[in-house]
């Protein structure tokens, strides 16, 4: 009789079906918690060319955004910079800790066949990259505040597959809005990294006195984006002075007496605008 890996079942939008994936509900807050976040990854096994919650995960973070700016200047100009001129962007990577388990291994929660699935054992038997997707799961209190038509990483994430107990659902808008009375889903902002190799992964540190036995695993990213947008050169990302948003001085034609700290009636300098009871 066929037996299931109930720490590597992916279905129902998670890796597994055993205990180890129980859920529990988590604070509404206006800040961002830990508790709330989701991180998706290609378990081995599932065929249907979708991500899952990856679980046991102790950490996980996506580097910042690194790029240099080269400066030029002007022969006779003083030390005086012309202007910085960006370069290009460094690799992004994302690191992650967990848990390992006689079933379900690093390898495998991204879709390799090792541990008790495959041959797989370092990094010389990846021939294939994966994408890792990052959910920033709301409170219902920033649901109900958030943009009912809000950009395209702004999703709705149905949560009805944890079939809780005397939940709030309502039979009558389950599939409505998230933040609206009796529905079963939040809003979550994407993160969404495509392209990904793993550079580091240990075997797990084990020590006399040890217990618990967890991975270190870090990755290479080639593309970070929302996973729904289309990017290019017109992309309108803000602090544009031609769409009559805010901008440096250095390229806004708005002038150098206007003032530029919202409440604040005088131009940098100290000279008073007119009205200003102060001039």
Avoid at 46 to 58: F, K, N, T
Avoid at 126 to 133: G, K, L, S, V
Avoid at 193 to 198: D, F, L, N, Q
């Amino acid at each position: 009789m066929p037996t299931t890996n109930k720490d590597l079942n992916p279905q129902a939008g998670v890796q597994g079906s055993s205990a180890l994936y129980k859920f529990n509900s988590s604070p509404n807050t206006r800040a961002v918690v830990s508790q709330k976040c989701r991180i998706l990854t290609p378990a081995y096994g599932s065929s249907d060319g979708l991500l899952y919650q990856i679980g046991v995960v102790a950490s996980f973070s996506i580097s910042g955004s690194s790029r240099g700016a080269e400066p030029y200047r002007g022969v006779g100009f003083g030390d005086q910079i012309a202007e910085l001129v960006p370069g290009v962007s460094d690799p992004h990577s994302a690191s992650f800790t967990r848990t390992l388990l006689y079933l379900s291994n690093a390898h495998q929660a991204f879709g390799y066949a090792g541990g008790v699935d495959g041959p797989v054992r370092t990094l010389q038997q990846h021939r294939w990259p994966f994408d890792i997707e990052q959910q920033l799961v709301f409170s219902t209190l920033a649901d109900t505040e958030a943009p009912s038509n809000g950009p395209d990483g702004l999703v709705n994430v149905d949560f009805s597959s944890q079939n809780v107990t005397d939940g709030e659902s309502d039979p009558l808008n389950v599939n409505g809005a998230a933040g609206t009375a009796g529905s079963t889903k939040h809003k979550a902002l994407i993160t969404y990294c495509e392209g990904c190799w793993i550079t580091s992964m240990d075997h797990g540190e084990m020590s006399a006195d040890g217990g618990i036995i967890q991975q270190s695993i870090e990755a290479q990213i080639t593309d970070v984006h929302d996973l729904y947008s289309t990017y290019g050169e017109f992309m309108s990302t803000g602090n544009d002075p031609t769409l009559g948003e805010n901008s440096s001085l250095l390229y806004n034609e708005r002038s150098a007496t206007t003032a530029r700290s919202a409440g604040d009636d005088t131009a940098s300098g100290g000279t008073a605008l007119a009205g200003d009871e102060g001039a």
